[in-house]
C-alpha cells in the first residue's frame, strides 16, 4: 500500500480544507468543482459533533447507524455527507458523497487532514492476543534511552511526558487516531508506539496509518465472536504487514516461538522480516543463560547485537521476557544502540494495570492485572502458583457480547490453579451477568463464589484474605470503567481495593 496518496504536501494540517482534497479518492470528477467551493474545518462521525463547516461520515455501527442521523447532521450545519447507501437527502443542498466504504473515506480523509502524522515520525504497531500494552511500554522505554521523545498508544490511552488522554478503545476510530497522532507531534514526539487491534484492522481504523516496524507477540483464542475462527482472526492480524512503509528499513517482527509462527512468516515472505525467541535456535534476537530471580523475575543475555548482553528484568513471568524480546527486536530493526536498548528493558518496573502488585496493611498481596484470555489468565495464575503463598484466591468476569465459547475454558483454567475462586461481572455491557457466569461455571468442576457486583465482590475477596494470601484482580487492568448495557460506569480495581482499605480502617 502506498503511504500517503496525493495529499502529503507539507502543509498545516488541520487547516481549513476544501472537500475535493479530502474525498478525491472516492468522489467523481463530476463533483470536484462543487467539493472544491466547500471549506471543511471538521470532520466527524457522531452528529453530535456536527458544527458549521464538518465533513460528516456515516458510520455504520453496532447499535446505531450514522446514516439514521443526517437530518441532525445537516440541521447542526454539515458542509457535505459520506454515505454508503441512500440516505434521502440526494436532492438536498448539502452535497451527498456515495462510497463503497465511509470507514476506509473517513480514514483517508483523517490522515489527510491531520497531515498524515504517522509519517512525520517513527511509528511502530504492535498487535497480537496477549502482550501488546508492555511490549510498547519496552518499547518507549527503549526509545526514551536513546534519546528519542516517544508517545504510547493503546489500551492505557495516549501517553505522552506525563500527558494522558484515555480512550474506550485499544486503537482509536482513525479520526481520534489521527487527531492523536498530530497532536503527539506537537507536543514534540519524535516516535509513536501504538497497540493494533484486529477489529481497527478490520474496520480500517488504522488504513492510512503507515507503520517503520510491526510487532507481532502471540496468537492465541480472542475475538472468535467477531472473527469467527482463528483462521480469520490470523487474517485480520496479517493485515497490519500491508501498512509497513516503503522503503523505510523497517521490519516485520515475528515471534518464533508461536505457534502461528509459520502461517504468519508466509504472509510476511515478500517483507523485510526479523524474528526473536527463546526456544527457537535460529531467532535473530534471543535470550539464553536464563537465571531466575526473585518472585518470579529473571536476568539473561541478550543476543542479537555484536556481542551478548546480560539483562535485568523488572517484571515477571516468562511472558514479559517475550515481551521484552519484542522490544529489543524492535531496537535492532530500528538501528537503536545495544545500551539504549537493556538500558530501557532493565528500567521498566511497572506497567499500569499489567501484574500491579499492592501490598495491603493486612500482609496480603493483591495483583491487578488485564488478563481476559483463557492463554493471559493461564499465563498470570501459573506466575503465582511459583510464589510461596498461603492462599491464592481468583477473581474474575467475562465480558458480554464477546465470545462465550473462552467463558467455560477460563472459569476451568481459574479453579485449576486457585484455591478460592470469585465470578463476578466484567463489563458485561448488553449481557445478563449472571448468564455470563452461567457460561463460565460449565467449565467448573468446584462451585465458585458467585457475587454479580464487581465492587461488592472485590470486597468479598479482600475480607477472605489472610496475610500471607494473594488475591488476584483479574479482566479489568488499569480500566476506570464498567460497561453495563450502553453506559461506561465509572470503576476501578484499584480504586476499589484502596476504599476497602480506607472503610475498614476508618
Known amino acids: 500500500m502506498k503511504e500517503g496518496g496525493p495529499n502529503t504536501e507539507d502543509r498545516p494540517a488541520g487547516q481549513s480544507l476544501n472537500a475535493w482534497i479530502l474525498l478525491q479518492p472516492f468522489a467523481g470528477r463530476e463533483l470536484k468543482k462543487r467539493l472544491e467551493a466547500i471549506r471543511v474545518s471538521r470532520l466527524a462521525h457522531h452528529s453530535a459533533e456536527v458544527k458549521p ?29 459520506v454515505v454508503s447507501r441512500p440516505v434521502g437527502l440526494e436532492r438536498n443542498k448539502v452535497p451527498v458523497i456515495t462510497v463503497d466504504d465511509t470507514a ?97 484492522l478490520v474496520q480500517r481504523r488504522t488504513a492510512h496509518c503507515f507503520f517503520d516496524s510491526v510487532v507481532y507477540t502471540n496468537l492465541t483464542r480472542e475475538h472468535l465472536d467477531y472473527h469467527h475462527s482463528m483462521a480469520e482472526y490470523l487474517k485480520a492480524k496479517s493485515m497490519l504487514m500491508d501498512l509497513l512503509k516503503e522503503r523505510s528499513g523497517g521490519k ?46 529473571c536476568s539473561f543475555d541478550l543476543l542479537g547485537w555484536s556481542k551478548p548482553y546480560r539483562v535485568l528484568l523488572q517484571l515477571p513471568g516468562e511472558y514479559n521476557l517475550y515481551n521484552a524480546l519484542a522490544a529489543a527486536a524492535v531496537a535492532r530493526s530500528e538501528g537503536l ?35 481476559h484470555t483463557p492463554d493471559g489468565l493461564e499465563q498470570v495464575l501459573k506466575l503465582l502458583s511459583t510464589w510461596p503463598a498461603r492462599r491464592r484466591i481468583t477473581l474474575f468476569g467475562c465480558p458480554g457480547e464477546r465470545d462465550r465459547g473462552k467463558r467455560p475454558l477460563m472459569g476451568r483454567i481459574a479453579e485449576l490453579y486457585s484455591d478460592e475462586v470469585i465470578l463476578t461481572a466484567d463489563n458485561p455491557a448488553g449481557e445478563d451477568a449472571l448468564a455470563i457466569i452461567d457460561d463460565i461455571k460449565e467449565g467448573m468442576r468446584r462451585a465458585p463464589q458467585i457475587i454479580p457486583d464487581r465492587r461488592e465482590a472485590v470486597y468479598y475477596a479482600l475480607s477472605r484474605a489472610r496475610p500471607g494470601d494473594m488475591v488476584l484482580l483479574a479482566g ?31
Open 53 to 81: 463547516g464538518t465533513l460528516f461520515f456515516c458510520l455504520p455501527g453496532k447499535r446505531t447507524d450514522g446514516h439514521d442521523h443526517v437530518a441532525e447532521a445537516v440541521n447542526r450545519g454539515a458542509a457535505a455527507l
Open 104 to 200: 476506509l473515506a473517513l480514514s483517508a480523509a483523517a490522515a489527510s487532514f491531520y497531515g498524515f502524522p504517522s509519517l512525520k515520525m517513527k511509528t511502530i504497531g504492535v498487535t497480537g492476543t496477549n502482550g501488546k500494552t508492555t511490549t510498547t511500554y519496552f518499547v518507549k522505554n527503549i526509545f526514551k534511552a536513546a534519546g528519542w521523545k516517544t508517545a504510547i498508544l493503546g489500551s492505557n490511552g495516549l501517553i505522552i511526558d506525563g500527558i494522558r488522554q484515555k480512550f474506550n478503545l485499544t486503537t482509536p476510530q482513525s479520526l481520534d487516531l489521527q487527531e492523536r497522532l498530530h497532536f503527539s507531534l506537537e507536543q514534540g514526539a519524535l516516535a509513536a508506539v501504538m497497540e493494533v487491534s484486529s477489529h481497527a
Open 252 to 297: 516485520v517482527i515475528l515471534n518464533a516461538d508461536d505457534f502461528y509462527y509459520s502461517e504468519l512468516a508466509l504472509r510476511a515472505a515478500k517483507r523485510p522480516r526479523l524474528t526473536y525467541g527463546i526456544r527457537e535456535k535460529a531467532a535473530e534476537v534471543r535470550a539464553v543463560n536464563i537465571t531466575e530471580r526473585e518472585r518470579g523475575r
Open 337 to 371: 544502540p545495544l545500551e539504549a536498548v537493556t538500558a530501557g528493558l532493565n528500567g521498566l518496573r511497572q506497567v499500569p494495570g499489567r501484574f500491579e502488585e499492592m501490598e495491603t496493611p493486612a500482609g496480603f498481596t493483591v495483583i491487578i492485572d488485564f488478563a
Open 476 to 506: 479489568k487492568g488499569d480500566e476506570e470503567y464498567q460497561i453495563v448495557g450502553d453506559q461506561a460506569v465509572p470503576y476501578s480495581d484499584r480504586e476499589t481495593v484502596a476504599d476497602y482499605f480506607l472503610y475498614s480502617s476508618s
